[in-house]
């Protein structure tokens, strides 16, 4: 196994840690601190293992398969346990999950039909917002950053339906193939 596919399956190994201290209300005041790191940790294999998996021609379809997944596991992870901690609001986690579901099937209807749809601008815009956006959530700054939350929040809700409907647009050849 390659370094970026391990850095794939670390990242889908920390969002337990994650899950347990946001939930599970360990590590006293320094818990989200810890939670904060482990998140922050997550996402950086995200940028590392594409990072390296490109420069040095080490993609392979174990990557191109799981790195989209443990992203969507980390991400909606999060915005769970920030759902359950009254830190988001549930219609923002609807879109956004709504928007992950619509994706990931039509990316499994491409791919029956021979097609590798790639990232596109606007949906790695919408994943950098989201994770700072997360970030911000979970150290809870207080009312100091109240407003700064509630701009990313709106804008990451406004991110995640552009690169939806930009991501269908330019692929609108897959919803017109049949079986």
Same mark, same amino acid.
């Given at each position: @196994? ?8 670390? !990242? ?9 201290? @946001? ?8 818990? +989200? *601190? %810890? =939670? ?17 998996? /490109? ?8 990557? +191109? ?6 992203? +969507?596991?980390?991400? =909606?992870?999060?915005?769970? =346990?920030?759902? $359950?901690?009254? !830190?988001?609001?549930? *219609?923002?986690?609807?879109? %956004?999950?709504?928007? $992950? ?5 039509? /990316?499994?209807?491409?791919? &029956? ?11 790695? %815009?919408?994943?950098? =917002?989201?994770?700072? @956006? ?14 700064? $939350? $509630? ?14 409907? &930009?991501?269908? *647009?330019?692929?609108? /050849? ?6």
């Amino acid at each position: @196994m390659n370094t970026p596919n391990k850095l794939t399956l670390l !990242r889908f190994i920390l969002v337990f840690p994650f899950v347990i201290l @946001m939930l599970g209300g360990f590590g006293g005041a320094a818990g +989200k *601190w %810890i =939670c904060l790191a482990i998140f922050c940790v997550a996402s950086a294999t995200d940028a590392l293992d594409g990072y390296i998996a /490109r420069k040095y021609d080490l993609v392979t379809d174990f990557g +191109k398969f799981m790195d989209p997944l443990a992203d +969507k596991l980390l991400v =909606c992870s999060a915005m769970i =346990c920030l759902l $359950e901690q009254d !830190r988001l609001p549930a *219609w923002a986690v609807l879109v %956004i999950i709504a928007r $992950e579901f619509i994706i990931s099937g039509f /990316r499994l209807v491409a791919s &029956d039909n021979g097609i590798v749809i790639a990232a596109s601008y606007w949906g790695k %815009i919408k994943t950098v =917002c989201q994770m700072a @956006m997360t970030i911000l959530l979970i150290a809870d700054l207080g009312s100091s950053v109240a407003a700064a $939350e $509630e701009i990313l929040i709106v804008l990451s809700v406004a991110l995640t339906v552009i690169s939806l409907a &930009d991501y269908l *647009w330019k692929n609108k /050849r897959v919803l017109s193939m049949q079986d």
